[in-house]
T-cell receptor, first 113, second 114 residues
């Protein structure tokens, strides 16, 4: 079945550092790829979405590019702020019927001032 | 005002008991979902409903039963609770069925089974 892999369990940065979170996926269909962000005590919220049609998503300074060749969907931000501290989930929409979202294990981002 | 309400926020139960987790959405959405998040596993899809009909079920155990009394309600009944059921359960909804439509998540119910 479809799967998403995030190898970085935690990333620790200082404000204004560059952020890069690795994500790779496996699917037999043309996926819709997603990044969700989860703040403490809250449910996940959609950060950005990319389909094979547009290849790149940008939101709130974050961007992710869909690379079919490497089956990757890395998340980047040029300059992080302390308020970006949260858990980030890479995910994809299941292509078979499309009723569920398959999540990666999440990457906790800690940004110090 | 919160658009997706989950009750209760915290729930403690004893092994073998039964609990119902409540979810109501006021987004006017037609599809609703349940996900589970625990320390051992990432966010895990459980069920999806569209217009009050079950569309997908990825939960192996029949101890988990969704109940939809209204289009904007999708409760989750869990019977014969086990310590392994301890997790945060998230309800979500989307305008249309299908994961391509953005799914909005509620704040979750944290269940602890002793």
């Amino acid at each position: 079945g479809d799967s998403v892999t995030q190898k970085q369990g935690q990333v620790t940065l200082s404000e204004d550092d560059f952020l890069f979170i690795n994500c790779t996926y496996s699917t037999t269909t043309y996926p819709t790829l997603l990044w969700y962000v989860q703040y403490p005590g809250q449910g996940p919220q959609l950060l950005l979405k990319v389909t094979t049609a547009n290849n790149k998503g940008i939101s709130r300074g974050f961007e992710a590019t869909y690379d079919k060749g490497t089956t990757s969907f890395h998340l980047q931000k040029a300059s992080v702020q302390e308020s970006d501290s949260a858990v980030y989930f890479c995910a994809l929409v299941d292509g078979t019927g499309g009723y569920k979202v398959v999540f990666g294990s999440g990457t906790r981002l800690l940004v110090s001032p | 005002d919160p658009k997706i309400i989950q009750k209760p926020k915290y729930l403690v139960a004893v092994t073998g008991s039964e609990k119902i987790l409540i979810c109501e959405q006021y987004l006017g959405h037609n599809a609703m979902y349940w996900y589970r998040q625990s320390a051992k596993k990432p966010l895990e899809f459980m069920f999806s409903y569209s217009y009050q009909k079950l569309m997908d079920n990825q939960t192996a155990s029949s101890r988990f039963q969704p109940q939809s009394s209204k289009k904007n309600h999708l409760d989750l009944q869990i019977t014969a609770l086990k310590p392994d059921d301890s997790a945060t359960y998230f309800c979500a909804s989307s305008q249309a069925a299908g994961g391509a439509a953005e799914q909005f998540f509620g704040p979750g119910t944290r269940l602890t089974v002793l």
